[in-house]
């Protein structure tokens, strides 16, 4: 007969609780309970506990609760039988004690074997403590474990909690389980919305949880919260002839910041639209969690929808506010753009010289002037004309001096392309200035114009080149300059625009720019201390002689091996088994499309029925190879060919290179994996019938030299080696 089982409710009314922390709290308060239940042995319906929550609580609902912990069964080993008991066979002071101090007679005991001998052991069985008894000890565990960076105090004593507790419903079943926490007696009564439903809410068991808070204008589901918010939106912009833009982000917080919400259609003066569409967006989201409406081209109309957490008798009123509150913004982001048109894109970009970039490479004129020059080698290196990479990169940090970028630091290449276009550059540049900066963030597309992804490259690469050359090389969580995040979006650039160069060349190249860097500045520090120190009639600082040089070619090394451990990662979020990528990687192959073809050639070839044979013979022909200190050959003898084995693989090694080379001059890496998969008969009979390492040193030679050829044309694809499981 099963244990009987109710529903459990525990909901935490608070003052409103943190909007980015909420879901985060909640989840983490359900996984407590989870765990208190799970650690004392109580059984429920795990794929029915679930989290609700709003602004101001917390709830946790598990259905099937078992109302008794199982029997506690428990075990102590005694002391060993031939201590326990004397040679007649009567209890020894030993077991007397032991027997004792668990309170039963010594004849009481068990004996087991254990590793140690036998033993005598006291086993006790006393029932489960009921699960209301626990549930105090269990909420008072789950709500210590919350992640709350900064607890808040109240009143005269010393709870401390995310926000002060007001109420607190604790039900199993549909009857109140005693508790007190932080000073708050548990009951059933919830609280309604606090302008809607100014009474208690009685919550008679954990199924009627949700609708009875329904009944008091209370969405607790967060899940049909957001559904609501987003359907309810979504009609309204469509009523307005648009829709509407839902970040989710931004639904995220609207969701935590109302329990019943309510959306409401405002607008704007038209001549804002004026002002760049990113900037008016960027105030509605961030500052006031407003939802814009677009057209069907995707441009701002003059409305946008914003959600209360009340339903008004008054919309108007609440329209006025939302309206009233956003105009001052929209002001300041038009005086803003106003003053940057007068100033001009020339004159901010004059500016950047005054503006330092980093203490060892310079100001950001300095940083321009590098990518400018990278620019125009990436863009002759992938067809891109390298005059307008030169001019996009001139102009690609100047909207750094705009007013508008300063008050909305993410409009950094969204404002150069509107002053671009204002000044009379092509579309092209004035694009490629808002593409370099792609991609902004994890999951964002790449550049899409050739001269965006050309720029997107260049800026990238000095980054990491200058990044490198003064010192800040990424350890542990410390990355001021996000190297990181620029060698993933460097990688991801270049390969998912299929650009095929030699980056060890270029990052050598961008080293040696960011190297020069290092010493121009070096110097014009030592310069104006020998200034000072000649100023003052002390001697010239003997550093002046000093040389200060990095090693371009080391930098570029350092820089690819970096971007090799972010591919891993690009790779392995890609489902690239990690043996796929090792066996390229091995190559360090210095163009990264080229990387990316090799990656899919061996995926591929892995799935052929002979690709485990051939992987664990390329194991077995790289040990063999290691392990000599010979001279090999290049060139196979035909006339040292003396078993019949030997001198098939050789022939078949020679057509199957006759028949791959235009393949491998062409990268096409899955026909020439997928040619060398029919060697696996001949090289399994060579290493049947032929002994590798003969006597003979001339045969021995020969055998090597036809097992490094053979390993150096899969070699010419990736490792396959790496991919033997043995």
Request: aromatic letters at 6%; charged letters at 25%.
């Amino acid at each position: 007969m099963s244990a009987p089982t109710q529903s459990l409710l525990i909901e935490l009314g608070t003052e409103e609780l943190p909007v980015k922390a909420l879901p985060g709290l909640a989840d983490a308060f359900l996984a407590g309970i989870r765990t208190g239940l799970e650690k004392r042995g109580i059984g429920f319906d795990a794929d029915s506990a679930r989290v609700l929550y709003t602004p101001r609580r917390i709830a946790v609902i598990v259905d099937a609760v078992q109302a008794q912990q199982p029997e506690q069964r428990s075990e102590v080993l005694g002391p060993a039988v031939n201590v326990a008991l004397t040679a007649d066979g009567q209890p020894s002071p030993a077991l007397l004690g032991f027997a004792g101090k668990n309170g039963v007679d010594w004849t009481a005991l068990e004996r087991i074997a254990t590793d140690k001998g036998e033993r005598f052991v006291f086993r006790a069985v006393k029932p489960g403590a009921s699960t209301v008894s626990l549930l105090q000890e269990i909420l008072h565990e789950a709500v210590k474990g919350l992640p709350i960076p900064k607890p808040m105090r109240w009143g005269d004593h010393d709870h401390a909690f995310a926000r002060p507790l007001h109420w607190l419903v604790l039900l199993f079943g549909d009857q109140v389980v005693d508790c007190v926490l932080f000073g708050i007696k548990s009951d059933r009564m919830s609280r309604g919305h606090r302008f809607h439903h100014g009474k208690a809410v009685w919550i008679a068991d954990a199924g009627s949880y949700v609708d009875a808070l329904r009944g008091a204008c209370v969405l607790a589901d967060p899940q049909e919260r957001e559904a609501r918010i987003r359907s309810s939106v979504g009609a309204m912009a469509q009523q307005a002839g648009g829709h509407a833009r839902i970040d989710e982000g931004i639904l995220a917080e609207v969701n935590c910041l109302t329990e019943w919400p309510h959306p409401v259609l405002c607008s704007f003066e038209r001549d804002f639209l004026a002002v760049p569409q990113e900037a008016l967006i960027a105030t509605m989201e961030a500052n006031q969690k407003f939802f814009p409406v677009l057209d069907s081209a995707g441009r701002l109309t003059e409305q946008f929808i914003g959600v209360a957490n009340i339903e008004s008798r008054n919309v108007d009123e609440v329209r006025k506010g939302y309206e009233r509150v956003i105009r001052p913004r929209f002001a300041d982001a038009r005086f803003f753009f106003d003053e940057d048109r007068k100033q001009g894109l020339e004159a901010m970009n004059a500016g950047l010289a005054n503006v330092t970039y980093q203490q060892k490479l310079g100001s950001v004129a300095d940083k321009v002037a590098r990518v400018a020059a990278l620019a125009e080698v990436v863009a002759s290196a992938v067809g891109v004309d390298p005059a307008q990479a030169r001019r996009a990169a001139e102009l690609s940090k100047a909207d750094l001096q705009s007013r508008l970028v300063n008050e909305f630091p993410e409009l950094q290449g969204i404002a150069g392309r509107h002053y671009a276009i204002d000044a009379g550059e092509s579309k092209e540049i004035a694009l490629a200035i808002d593409e370099a900066y792609r991609p902004r963030f994890a999951g964002d597309d790449i550049a899409l114009s050739p001269l965006g992804k050309v720029l997107a490259i260049a800026e990238r690469l000095d980054t990491l080149a200058g990044g490198f050359a003064a010192g800040l090389k990424p350890t542990g969580n410390k990355d001021a300059f996000a190297l990181r995040r620029n060698a993933l979006g460097l990688a991801r650039t270049i390969i998912e625009s299929g650009f095929e160069f030699d980056l060890l060349a270029i990052l050598a190249h961008a080293g040696k720019l960011s190297a020069e860097a290092t010493v121009a500045v070096h110097t014009r520090d030592l310069h104006a201390k020998i200034a000072a120190a000649k100023k003052d009639g002390v001697q010239a600082l003997a550093a002046a002689t000093a040389e200060w040089v990095a090693d371009e070619h080391f930098l570029a090394r350092d820089i690819y091996d970096f971007m090799l451990d972010r591919l891993r990662s690009y790779y392995a979020d890609k489902n690239v088994p990690a043996t796929h990528f090792n066996a390229v990687a091995e190559l360090r192959p210095s163009s990264l499309y080229d990387f990316d073809s090799r990656i899919d050639a061996i995926g591929l070839f892995a799935q052929l029925p002979e690709a485990e044979a051939l992987a664990a013979a390329n194991k077995r022909i790289r040990n063999i190879l290691r392990k000599t200190d010979e001279a090999i050959p290049h060139d196979i003898d035909r006339n040292l060919l003396k078993e019949p084995a030997e001198s098939a693989l050789a022939e078949a090694l020679f057509a199957a290179e006759g028949d791959t080379g235009a393949e491998l001059a062409h990268h096409d890496y899955v026909s020439v994996l997928k040619r060398l998969a029919l060697l696996r008969g001949p090289i399994d009979a060579f290493f049947d019938g032929v002994m590798v390492m003969a006597d003979d040193a001339h045969l021995r030679r020969n055998r090597l030299a036809l097992l490094k050829r053979l390993s150096d044309r899969f070699l010419a694809v990736a490792d396959v080696s790496l991919l033997a499981t043995g």
